[in-house]
């Protein structure tokens, strides 16, 4: 079964600056999805970037981009020129491309960020 | 504008009682989860349905019950077998199998479940 592992349960930064959170996950397969997802204190999920696991080119989106390490099982998230507003919860997920569970996102934890004035 | 309702937004249940959760959409997706939030557990899948009239268990689908008699709807059902009911529930749709499904998924704005 795969799983997702968000090593960082809290995390600071302070505005302006970059931060990283990281993601790990296990899977067999050769073909998936990983995505980032961000929940602020109003609880809307919100897709943040996704990368699609049989590109070589990391996803960006403004601000937000990701290390896809493919050998390493690593998926993390960038936040440059962080501002109030990144403050959330931050969810790593991953999607298989195969079998009965083709299109369930798995989540890990989440990673607490606060961005601070 | 499309999208997912979720009501009530918040909801209280007595020991005992089974309450159901609505899920609405208009994006035309024919996929649709429910997931329970509990601090420091992430999101975890209660089932999902992925066409109309089929659904499957997800990872802990113990003491809930769904139907999907139509595509826009997917109700969640929490029974007085689920010991432990309280937590945030957030549901989900996605493009159709096949197409652009690995898009990632469209929430909904949550329901807050609490047993007094």
């Known amino acids: 079964a795969q799983t997702v592992t968000q090593s960082q349960p809290e995390m600071s930064v302070q505005e302006a600056e970059t931060v990283t959170l990281s993601c790990t996950y296990d899977t067999s397969e050769n073909n998936y999805y990983l995505f980032w997802y961000k929940q602020p204190p109003s609880r809307q999920m919100i897709l943040v970037i996704r990368?699609?696991?049989?590109?070589?080119q990391n996803a960006t989106e403004n601000r937000f981009s990701v290390n896809f390490q493919k050998a390493a099982k690593s998926f993390s998230l960038k936040i440059s020129d962080s501002q109030l507003g990144d403050t959330a919860m931050y969810f790593c997920a991953f999607m298989t491309d195969y079998g009965g569970s083709q299109g369930n996102l798995i989540f890990g934890k989440g990673t607490k960020l606060s961005v601070k004035p | 504008d499309g999208g997912i309702t979720q009501s009530p937004k918040y909801l209280f249940r007595k020991e005992g009682q089974n309450v159901t959760l609505s899920c609405e959409q208009n994006l035309n997706h024919d996929a649709m989860y429910w997931y329970r939030q509990d601090p420091g557990q992430g999101l975890r899948l209660i089932y999902y349905?992925?066409?109309?009239?089929?659904?499957q268990k997800g990872d802990i689908a113990e003491g809930y019950s769904v139907s999907r008699e139509k595509k826009e709807s997917f109700p969640l059902t929490v029974t007085s077998a689920q010991k432990n009911p309280t937590a945030f529930y957030l549901c989900?749709?996605?493009?159709?199998?096949?197409?652009?499904?690995?898009?990632?998924?469209?929430f909904g704005s949550g329901t807050r479940l609490t047993v007094v």
């Open positions: 989900a749709s996605s493009l159709p199998t096949g197409q652009d499904w690995n898009y990632g998924y469209t």
């Open positions: 990368q699609e696991a049989y590109k070589q």
């Open positions: 349905s992925q066409i109309v009239n089929d659904f």
